[in-house]
């Protein structure tokens, strides 16, 4: 049984493919490791954080729900502004009713950003991202 060689050579260094061929390796190589970094930043949110919430709620729409939650409330689980909007997605008081009926949440739970998360989903789940102003920005 023949030994396999330590490397493979891929191109005759005596070839004028041979800087062409490396050009290309060179490029997969970068094009995989941006890919790999991408990948790793979206699925590996810190437990606990602002992103790894909304990739729990959201799955495969992860990235456009970031996009409107960085629109809404620049990631601030606590964020609160003059028109009563409370969290992540910025969710309305005038929804608290059907929240604290289907959930049991207080206005105040909605600072945690797993529980904003899970009201935003369904709130997508119903009216469509057309719910929140940012969907047209972003």
């Given amino acids: 049984m023949s030994a396999l060689p330590d490397t493979l050579e891929l191109s005759d260094p005596a070839s004028d493919r041979g800087p062409r061929i490396r050009r290309i390796r060179r490029g997969a190589v970068a ?3 941006l890919g790999l970094l991408a990948l790793s930043s979206a699925a590996c949110a810190r437990p606990g954080s602002p992103r790894d919430a909304i990739n729990r709620h959201f799955g495969s729409e992860a990235p456009y729900a970031t996009r409107i939650a960085i629109c809404e409330s620049n990631l601030n689980p606590t964020a609160y502004s003059r028109t009563h909007d409370i969290g992540l997605f910025q969710i309305n008081r005038v929804n608290w009713g059907w929240i ?3 959930f049991g949440y207080t206005f105040e739970d909605l600072k945690d950003p797993y529980k904003n998360a899970r009201v935003a989903k369904v ?3 119903r009216a469509g991202w057309r719910a929140w102003t940012c969907s047209r920005k972003v």
């Fill in 31 to 33: 094009f995989v490791a």
């Fill in 123 to 125: 709130i997508r789940d």
């Fill in 100 to 102: 604290r009926a289907e």
